[in-house]
């Protein structure tokens, strides 16, 4: 079964920054992308990033476009969430996921969710 462990979760002012990671074990397929969904107080589960482990190819949600970006180090099965410009709206338990890949080597979203251990980022001053 896969196991990820998430990191770097925490409270910040508005305008500040942070880092989460998210190391990833115990799978044996190749092809596959990281990323995280996250979960507002109140409100819906939305998808945040990925990024695919064969080319780096990265998506963002709205919301955080210009502001978060994501990256990884396949060599450690890890994604990095770096979140600047931090809002108060940003606050939310932030899940880290595996996606498997779908057609067209396209990243299967579905397969992920506000699911697992999570991490909460607080952004209030």
């Known amino acids: 079964q896969v196991q990820l462990v998430e990191s770097g979760g925490g409270l910040v002012r508005p305008g500040g920054s942070l880092r989460l990671s998210c190391a990833a074990s115990?799978?044996?397929?190749?092809?596959?992308?990281m990323g995280w969904y996250r979960q507002p107080p109140g409100k819906e589960c939305e998808l945040v990033a990925t990024?695919?482990?064969?080319?780096?190819?990265?998506n963002y949600g709205d919301s955080v476009k210009g502001r978060f970006t994501i990256s990884g180090d396949t060599a450690k099965n890890t994604a990095y969430l770096q979140m600047n410009s931090l809002k108060p709206e940003d606050t939310a338990e932030y899940y880290c996921?595996?996606?498997?890949?779908?057609?067209?080597?396209?990243?299967?979203?579905?397969?992920?969710?506000?699911w697992g251990q999570g991490t909460q980022v607080t952004v209030s001053s």
């Open positions: 996921n595996l996606f498997r890949m779908g057609p067209y080597n396209s990243v299967d979203v579905g397969s992920g969710a506000c």
């Open positions: 990024i695919t482990s064969t080319d780096g190819r990265t």
């Open positions: 115990e799978f044996t397929f190749s092809n596959y992308a």
